[in-house]
Every structure is written in C-alpha cells, then in structure tokens.
C-alpha cells in the first residue's frame, strides 16, 4: 500500500485536500457551493474536448474554469447568481459535448476526469499540482482578511470601500485555479466533494475561522488518505469512498453539535442560547 | 423560395421517426420546465434543479444495475434526493445551498461507484457519455406516451399548488402567516422538480435539463413579471430554442469535421444562452436610458436590480 508507485498517489492527493479545504472554507462560508459545483464540472467539460482534441487537458481547464469564473462574476453583477451559473454551466458543458462529439476517443478517460485517477500520478504531474496548488493558498492568503469581511458582512465591507464585486470575481478566480489543480488528478466531482464536505464539518465544529479552516484541512486529509487506503483495499473507485468519508464526516460533525448543545442545554439554558446563534 | 426551405431543412427531416419524436419529447419539456422553471428561478432554488438533474447519473446508472427500466430509476432517484435535500436544508439560501451541495456530492459518490461497475460488468464504453449527455435523437417511441403523461400530470399539480406556492416563493413570512404549510409546500414543490427533471434530463440529457429549466424562465421573467405570463412564455422560448436545436442538429450531419452531426444539446444551450444575455443587454439598455432620463446624479451605478426584475 505505501510502495513507491503509489507514493505520488499520497503526495498528491495530500495537496489537492490541502488546497480544496482551505478554498472550501471560503465556499462555505459565503454558501457558493454551486459555484464550487459548476466550476470544475465545466472544467471537466473544456478538459474532455480539448484534450481529446489534441490541445492539452491542462490548458482546456484552464480556459474553461477561468471562463466559467469570469464569466459568472462579470454576469451575477446584473443576473441572479444562482440563475447565472445554472448557465453559464450548461454552456460550458454544452461545448464540452460539442468537442468530444468531434472526437473518438473513449469513455474511460472521461470516466477518469469526472470522477478521479489519483493512482496513475506521474512525478510531472505532481510539479505543476504542487506550483498551482501553492499559488490558490497565496492568492487566499492575500485576500484572506477582505474576502472574510465581504462573505460574513458584504454591506460593511460595501461601506468601508472594498468592491465587493471585485473581491467575489478575484475569489471565483481562485476556485477556477484550485480547480484546475485538482480535476486532472481527483476528478471534477470529486474536488466539489473535498470542497463542501470537510468544511461543511468543520464549521459544524467551531466559528473561529483560522481553527475551522485548520480542522478543515485535517479532515480532508482524512478522508482523501482514508479513500486511498479503501479504494485500494477493495479495487472500487476512489471517487466513492471521498464522496461518502467527506459527507459521513458532516454528519458526524452535526450530530456531535446536536449533542453538545444538547448537553449545555439541559445543564444551563443561559450557555445554550449564546452556543445555538 | 424551394431552395431556401431546402436548405434549411435538410432532405429528409419532416419524413424522419427520430426528428418527429424529438419535436413532441421538446415540446413537453419545454412546456413543463418552463412553467416549474419560473418558480424554481422565483424561489432562487436553481442548484437545486442543477443537482436533480445532475442526479440523472445516479438514476440512470442505478436502473441499469437494477434491471427496471431508467424512467423508474430517474423518478425515484429524484424523489428520494429531493426529500433528503428538503429535511437538510433550512429556510436560509446559505446554508440550504450547503445542504444541497452535500447531497449532491454523496448521490455523485454513489454514482460513481454504480457506474464503474455498470462499465466492469459489461464494458460498454458508451453507458457514462449517454447517460452524461444523452440526446434528444436517442428518445425511443415507447417512452413518449409515458413522458406526455407524467408531463401533464406534473403541470396539473402545479395547477392546483399554484396560488399557495406563489405567494410561498415571494414571501414565505405572509403565507406561513396566512396558515400555508409552507414547508410542506416547499417539499411538494422539490417532489415535483425532481419529477419534472427527471423526465427531462432522460429524455434530453442532463446538460440541457438545466439550461431549459432555468434559461428560457430567466429570460421570461426579463420581460414580463406577471408569473403566469411569463410561464407562457418560458415554454415558448424553450420550445423555439428546442425546435430550432433539432432543426440545425439536423442539418449539420451535412458539416464538418466529421459528418457525425453536431450534438443537438450544444445547439439548444447555445441558443437558451444567447437569448438570455440579449434580454439582458435589453433591459440594461433600459434602465441607463431611463436612469438618464431621470437625471439623477446621485443614482449609484453599480445599483442592485430591483427584486423581481431578475
């Protein structure tokens, strides 16, 4: 299970959780999870076509993530949010269709960009996850403090002078780029699975939201460690087992809150109204 | 004049089985989607809708695992996702667009797992792209009937919830005042989502299942914001964009590069999408004339639109 060919396995998946919980925390918090959706399930789209066209799946992600980005932060200006990507998505998929009807290639290497092929990492591969990967966590850190003011409180930040708009499209930005990380190595549905889930969980846990991002990123790593140990176990797909670590690990989450507000409750009603807001 | 009709549609199109099937299968959905789309995009539950239709992996892969034929996977798939999504989700956008994801993201794992032994099994190549992006040319005579029926029996409850579930998406304050169950409600309208993408994400594909469901609604509510009008026209611009679609899907067997014709989705997206962003270049032409006419330098320019207009 550790032999060297499966080491770049670990190390990848290790950045990919990395950089998913920490741009999932932001997801979270500003409740985009559909962006957090659509963006890699386009990027897959643009990935299938223009890789199968010859162009090179790294490039097709990232013209398609980026446009879906762009184009839902240049759209939700006017448009509804949700209304916009729900579009913008279908577009981009819809393009992606066009491609591969172009193309004759067949469903196995489409099975691996939707839903993950994290064994068959090349060391290659793992440089540029490393570099894209280091990039989304600077780009969250510089725009950690604004971005944390716009998603809890948008009219004060409105107010202090930040271009919230600005902020939101530079953010969607950085998940087009975690995207493109993660999609060639993990798979678009998966990615969207470590994005929610663990810091679904990790807010459930705690408010403070450098402690949330860090258990966040712990339990990602959790769950994509523990997938690969699973899938390697059993010879299933490693995109299930994320899938369902990542969702059981919310549901542990919120049943231990229910039960510590449970517990503050009965002992003193005073600590369970300032626990429960 | 000969030649223009020949040119536009290809030899051979009113005479084709496929092409007929695929004008009624785009009609019924157009219809359906367009009038559930106008209350999906008013109670801003269009991820919603996305994750139903998405789920048409989950249903399809299910089914054939399963053995009972798709429309049962896809309908009851829905169903039960639908329910889990209403328990989860709270009556806040942030954390209902949360509990939505989450489901999403667990029926996906399940997916992919039903697929990969779909595949191991019997090695088709072709089951994950069909299910992916099923087309409209692909709809088999014996499920039409079936899909008219559901159709309609969809739009008839619809019907009956309609005044309690308007007044539910616009303010669920004064129907829950009102004694409107209103969780009950919004759960009756998920079940009815999920029908209604069910039916179209087998019957069109699940790329196009979302843009008809929320495009030609969005568009619609640009122009009018009379919500049984703009259902009216929802199913007009959903039909048009579909019928259309077939039309150029048609002819492009006769285009390059590979004369394997052009997926009809791509078509009737495009065309969904296109027409959305020209109704909303409109109506922001619209309202920098009249913020002109107005004359009223304090007016800030990156305004919100107003609610509703949306």
Known sequence: MFASYLLNAWIVAGIVAVVAAVVGFFVVLRGSTFVAHAVPQSAFAGAAGAGLLGAGTLLGLGVFSLGAALGIGWLGRRGRHDVVTALAVAMLIGTGSLFLSWSTEYAPEIYALLFGEVLGVSGDEIGVTALLGALCLVAVAVLYRPLLLASVAPEVAAARGMRVHRLETAFLVVVALAGTTAVPVVGALLMFSLMVGPSAAARCLTSRPLRAMALAVVIALGCVWGAIAASYQTDWPIGCYVATFAGGSYLLAQLLRWAVQLRHSTSSPVAAAGGGA | MGTVVHTVFAPGFFSSDPVRLAVV????????????????????????????????????????????????????????????MELFGTRQRRSRDVATGLVLSAALGLSALFLYIGT???????????????????????????????????????????????????????????????????????????????????????????????????????????????????????????????????????????????????????????????????????????????????????????????
């Open chain 2, 25 to 84: 299968t785009g009609l019924m959905v157009a219809l359906v989607s367009g009038a559930l789309g106008v209350f999906t995009v008013l109670r801003g539950q269009s991820f919603a809708g996305h994750a139903l239709s998405d789920l048409g992996t989950l249903g399809g892969s299910s089914a054939a695992l399963a053995g009972v034929g798709p429309l049962w996977g896809f309908v009851g798939v829905g169903v039960v996702v639908a329910g889990v």
């Open chain 2, 120 to 310: 191991t099994m019997d090695s088709t190549t072709g089951v994950t792209v069909t299910i992916l992006f099923g087309s409209l040319f692909t709809v088999s005579g014996g499920t039409v009937p079936l899909l008219v029926l559901l159709g309609a029996a969809t739009l008839a409850v619809l019907t009956v919830l309609y005044r309690p579930l308007l007044l539910g998406s616009v303010s669920a304050e004064l129907a829950a005042a009102r004694g409107i169950p209103v969780r009950l409600l919004g759960l009756a309208f998920l079940v009815l989502l999920a029908l209604a993408t069910a039916l179209s994400s087998m019957s069109v594909g699940t790329i196009l299942s979302p843009a008809l469901l929320v495009g030609p609604a969005a568009t619609a509510l640009r122009l009018t914001r009379r919500p049984v009008a703009a259902m009216a026209l929802a199913g007009a611009v959903g039909t048009a964009a579909t019928w259309i679609g077939i039309v150029l899907a048609y002819d492009s067997y006769r285009w390059p590069p590979t004369g394997r014709g052009w997926p009809v989705s791509f078509f009737v997206v495009t065309l969904v999408f296109a027409l959305y962003l020209l109704t909303d270049a409109a109506a922001r032409i619209s309202t920098a004339r009249s913020r002109r006419r107005d004359q009223d330098p304090q007016y800030p320019t990156a305004a919100p639109a107003p609610a509703g207009v949306n």
